[in-house]
């Protein structure tokens, strides 16, 4: 079960019967963390990751959407094991919220997770996905359907993180995330699959997509600047979502859209792209945190 906001509550509450599952407890994530500089522990199943801060013996901790609840003195030994001085958690039910708030934890104002996104139900028809679709939306589908783009599937990391990374700075984002693209798709292998969009040999777009128990996720994606007067972004989810079926997923996720609470302006422009696709707006609660004073 995942959460979503009700009315003006602080506190999520269960509105929708989903599965309760989420990437960052797959064993490929998991392996991604490693790559990416983090270490790993495993305790009864919940996978829970640390890093230490640059020229010091000291880490932060992150426990992201376990299936099972943790108990404290769980948390407790292993910010012992890493000198964790920082646990964010990021629960997925209303209990443990309390219970981790009995034992000292504070909302977070800072998210380390999107807390929001939209899922979309892959075990609809074809034809019922487009009819719950917004009609600009589903005309955009045709639209680019008439350029008789073509689509394929990339094995090229590199140049997808290249061609990421470069359409990025366009918008404004310096920080680059090439090693996390690389690092994702050495992790998944088959379950990463680069879908990248032509008009002839002309690149138009492409999106990271990730499997992960029946869910696909929606992790990276670019366009080119011909691609989006082509409408080749949304010809690029559309396709993600008949492929995604195609492999068995019930389940399509955004992986983040905007969030009042955890405000990104930036994040408007693709929440509005997101949200013509249909599909269920699910709110998690805001991060948890404590901090471990060492002496």
């Not at 990416?36 to 932060?60: A, E, H, K, N, Q």
């Not at 001085?85 to 629960?91: A, G, Q, S, T």
């Not at 073509?150 to 140049?159: H, K």
Request: with cysteine.
């Amino acid at each position: 079960m995942l959460l979503v906001r009700s009315g003006k509550s602080k506190k999520a509450v269960f509105k929708v019967s989903l599965p309760m599952w989420d990437i960052r407890q797959d064993t490929k994530y998991a392996e991604y963390m490693r790559g990416i500089g983090w270490s790993v522990d495993v305790v009864r199943g919940v996978y829970c990751y640390s890093r230490r801060f640059p020229f010091m013996p000291l880490s932060v901790t992150k426990i992201q959407r376990p299936q099972k609840r943790l108990s404290y003195d769980e948390v407790k030994t292993i910010v012992k094991k890493n000198r964790s001085i920082l646990v964010y958690l990021e629960p997925v039910s209303n209990d443990d919220v309390d219970y981790y708030e009995k034992n000292g934890f504070k909302t977070a104002s800072s998210p380390m997770l999107p807390t929001k996104t939209i899922i979309i139900d892959l075990t609809l028809s074809q034809q019922k996905l487009l009819n719950l679709m917004h009609s600009k939306t589903r005309y955009n589908i045709g639209y680019e359907k008439a350029k008789k783009h073509t689509y394929s599937i990339s094995n090229d990391s590199d140049s997808f993180a290249e061609m990421w990374q470069k359409e990025a700075k366009k918008r404004g984002m310096f920080i680059s995330l090439k090693r996390e693209i690389k690092a994702l798709c050495k992790s998944f292998g088959d379950n990463a699959e680069m879908l990248m969009a032509y008009r002839n040999t002309t690149l138009l777009g492409g999106v990271l997509l990730i499997h992960s128990k029946k869910v696909s996720y929606y992790m990276y994606a670019f366009s080119t600047d011909q691609g989006k007067k082509d409408f080749a972004p949304t010809g690029l989810v559309w396709q993600s979502l008949l492929r995604s079926k195609m492999r068995g997923s019930t389940s399509f996720d955004f992986e983040g859209v905007y969030d009042k609470r955890a405000p990104l302006p930036a994040w408007k422009g693709f929440t509005r792209f997101k949200s013509g696709f249909g599909g269920k707006e699910i709110e998690y609660h805001l991060p948890l945190k404590k901090v471990f004073v060492r002496f």
